[in-house]
Nanobody
C-alpha cells in the first residue's frame, strides 16, 4: 500500500500563488508516476499534472500550462505543485495520486490517492 498526504492548500486571492506538497510513504518507489488531480464543486475530478519517475517527463492540462509546475524530490518521497497566477477557476480540492511506472495514471480507479487539500481562490 501507498499512503499519500497532501498539504499546502488554503485561501488566496486571484493572481496569487500556492505550493502544494504531497508526502508519500509505504510501498513507494522513485519510479512511480506521481500526479495531481483536482475536483471543483459540482464537477468531476480532473487531471492537472503528472511527472514520470522514470524519465522526469511532465504533462499538464491545457488550462494550467505556463502557470503550474509539478516537481518531485525522491530523497524526501515528495511531490509538489507550484501554482502561480491563480484564478477563481482553480478553486478545487487538489488530490495527489501515485501509480506504478508503465501503468496509466489517467486510469483513476487504480491510482493511490491522498485525502485532498482545498484550494480556494477569491476574485
Amino acid at each position: 500500500q501507498v499512503q499519500l498526504v497532501e498539504s499546502g492548500g488554503g485561501l488566496v486571492q486571484a493572481g496569487g500563488s500556492l505550493r502544494l506538497s504531497c508526502a508519500a510513504s509505504g510501498r513507494t518507489s522513485s519510479t512511480d508516476t506521481m500526479a495531481w488531480f483536482r475536483q471543483a464543486p459540482g464537477k468531476e475530478r480532473e487531471f492537472v499534472a503528472f511527472i514520470s519517475g522514470i524519465t522526469g517527463v511532465t504533462n499538464y492540462v491545457d488550462s494550467v500550462k505556463g502557470r503550474f509546475t509539478i516537481s518531485r524530490d525522491n530523497a524526501k518521497n515528495a511531490v509538489y505543485l507550484q501554482m502561480n497566477s491563480l484564478t477563481p477557476e482553480d478553486t478545487a480540492i487538489y488530490y495527489c495520486a501515485a501509480r506504478q511506472a508503465f501503468y496509466n495514471i489517467y486510469d483513476q480507479a487504480n491510482n493511490y490517492w491522498g485525502q485532498g487539500t482545498l484550494v480556494t481562490v477569491s476574485a
